[in-house]
């Protein structure tokens, strides 16, 4: 199969978690001659979350529009898709692993990624989730970070210190690249 790099698809679908359905949308993709460059799964309460990025020529990209809304619809799933294009890497000075975990408190993850924002660094992963531990509900994150040259490293990490000192919050920035 030859594809063309600018063809590409993003495919979401969401639905109660039941086995089968990962292979069932694989199954599809694979039918209309696309390939799966990337993908993605979450389980979020009881819903399966499944994230994948399509290619392939105009043609099996409109094969895969077409028959994704019938093959919902059998699975109960909800779907979006949208048309996109290969990614454009972007060059960073440097990459960075942003590791906490601490009492379960709101607003949390809404002011470090605020924080991110304001100094326009970018996100480039994201994993946070919430557990009991000795009685207590305890919050824990991973997120991968880029910064732009532009970026003030040291007054950025200044400021995420006030963040997690505020908030009882233990941390770890580790340089990854």
Known sequence: ?????????????IGE?????????????????????????????????????????MA???????????K???????????RTSQHQEKQYKAGYKLTYHGPDTPGTLSKVTQLMADYQVNIAALKSDSLEQDGEMV????????????????????????IFSKSNVEHILKRIR
């Open 17 to 57: 978690d039941r086995p089968g359905i990962v292979s069932e949308l694989t199954k599809l993709v694979s039918e209309t001659n696309c390939n799966i460059i990337d993908s993605r799964i979450a389980i979020l309460g009881n819903e399966f979350t499944f994230i994948m990025l399509l290619e392939g020529d």
């Open 60 to 70: 099996a990209i409109s094969r895969v529009e077409y028959n994704i809304p019938t």
């Open 1 to 13: 199969m030859t594809l063309n790099p600018g063809n590409q698809l993003v495919v979401t679908a």
């Open 72 to 82: 919902s619809v059998e699975l109960g799933l909800l779907t979006m898709m949208k």
């Open 139 to 162: 919050m824990r994150s991973e997120i991968d970070i880029n910064f732009s040259r532009e970026v003030d490293e040291a007054e950025f990490k200044h400021q995420l210190e006030i």
